[in-house]
Antibody
Framework: QLQLQESGPGLVKPSETLSLTCTVS??????????WGWIRQPPGKGLEWIGN???????YYNPSLKSRVIISVDTSKNQFSLKVSSVTAADTAVYYC?????????????WGQGTLVTVSS | QTVVTQEPSLTVSPGGTVTLTCASS?????????PNWFQQKPGQAPRSLIY???NKHSWTPARFSGSLLGGKATLTLSGVQPEDEADYYC??????????FGGGTKLTVL
């Protein structure tokens, strides 16, 4: 059974960089038919797609966040990571990592439980 | 930037049928946008219900169905159960694998 688990600091100061890691177990991050993605949800609000990465390192970002976001992958650890720079209170959200099935379809089929990141001094 | 629009809220009686819709500001929703539907209950991660407009997962209850109708993606719940009360989100893909979520529909079973 595929599982994804987010980890990282729950509190980040304004103007600093938010860093999260997603650890994948029960499957390989080097799958040729899957991408790996980050999605966030501010408290009481809807879902926002942040970006996706392929095991080769190819990335796709939300245009509204592209200037501040970097997603990377470490195939040796079966992990992928998210960095959001110059954070403000608007970046406070539950951050989810998810698997994007891409073999003839596109579907976020497996999700992590999510981790709340609060931006505050 | 593309905007994906859903009904903010809907109410349905137990045992009834309800249809949620998902529209795109770019025009008709097509299979090429690979419409996804997710269910989210309070305090939980979203759960995928439907992908590629009408395909179900092994865990998707039979009462959920998806389609493309009238230029929109739709999610229909037939024989609604109390446990179906949740937020529902659609997701469309544009320009490859760039995703845009709808604002979500809060479904009340009353």
């Amino acid at each position: 059974q595929l599982q994804l688990q987010e980890s990282g600091p729950g509190l980040v100061k304004p103007s600093e960089t938010l860093s999260l890691t997603c650890t994948v177990s029960g499957g390989s991050i080097s799958s040729s038919t899957h991408y790996w993605g980050w999605i966030r949800q501010p408290p009481g609000k809807g879902l926002e797609w942040i970006g996706n990465i392929y095991y080769s390192g190819s990335t796709y970002y939300n245009p509204s966040l592209k200037s501040r976001v970097i997603i990377s992958v470490d195939t040796s650890k079966n992990q992928f990571s998210l960095k959001v720079s110059s954070v403000t209170a608007a970046d406070t959200a539950v951050y989810y990592c998810a698997r994007l099935a891409a073999g003839g379809t596109l579907n976020f089929d497996y999700w992590g439980q999510g981790t709340l990141v609060t931006v505050s001094s | 930037q593309t905007v994906v629009t859903q009904e903010p809220s809907l109410t349905v009686s137990p045992g009834g049928t309800v249809t949620l819709t998902c529209a795109s500001s770019t025009g008709a929703v097509t299979s090429g946008s690979y419409p996804n539907w997710f269910q989210q209950k309070p305090g939980q991660a979203p759960r995928s219900l439907i992908y590629s407009a009408s395909n179900k997962h092994s865990w998707t209850p039979a009462r959920f169905s998806g389609s493309l109708l009238g230029g929109k993606a739709t999610l229909t719940l037939s024989g609604v159960q109390p446990e179906d009360e949740a937020d529902y989100y659609c997701l469309l893909f544009f320009g490859g694998i760039q995703g845009v979520f709808g604002g979500g529909t809060k479904l009340t079973v009353l």
